[in-house]
Nanobody, 114 residues
Framework: QVQLEESGGGLVQAGGSLRLSCAAS????????MGWYRQAPGKQREMVAHITSRGTTNYSETVKGRFTISRDNAKNTMYLEMSSLKPEDTAVYFC????????WGQGTQVTVSS
């Protein structure tokens, strides 16, 4: 079992940047896959990016080239660096970890103003 806590969300103007963090309650070396999902009002939750324990990354086409996912095993923390933000990136961003089943954080709001 793992607990995940996101931080770093906020309000930013279009074209700006934010860095989200996801702190895990245990060593993330034991977590094969971690990722970020987001859910905008009235829309389904969608995958943003995944990263494996070996550092292999995968991005949705909508964020590729603008977002970077990474993990710091020593700090048990995963990050999402977001740049060139657009109003359509506005959503609640959730951290997730696969450890025999999916675990989710409570989410952090990202709002991009035009």
């Amino acid at each position: 079992q793992v607990q995940l806590e996101e931080s770093g969300g906020g309000l930013v103007q279009a074209g700006g940047s934010l860095r989200l963090s996801c702190a895990a309650s245990l060593s993330i070396l034991s977590i094969n896959v971690m990722g970020w999902y987001r859910q905008a009002p009235g829309k389904q939750r969608e995958m943003v990016a995944h990263i494996t324990s070996r550092g292999t990354t995968n991005y949705s086409e909508t964020v590729k080239g603008r977002f970077t996912i990474s993990r710091d095993n020593a700090k048990n923390t995963m990050y999402l660096e977001m740049s060139s933000l657009k109003p359509e990136d506005t959503a609640v961003y959730f951290c997730t970890a696969w450890l025999s089943k999916f675990y989710w954080g409570q989410g952090t709001q990202v709002t991009v103003s035009s």
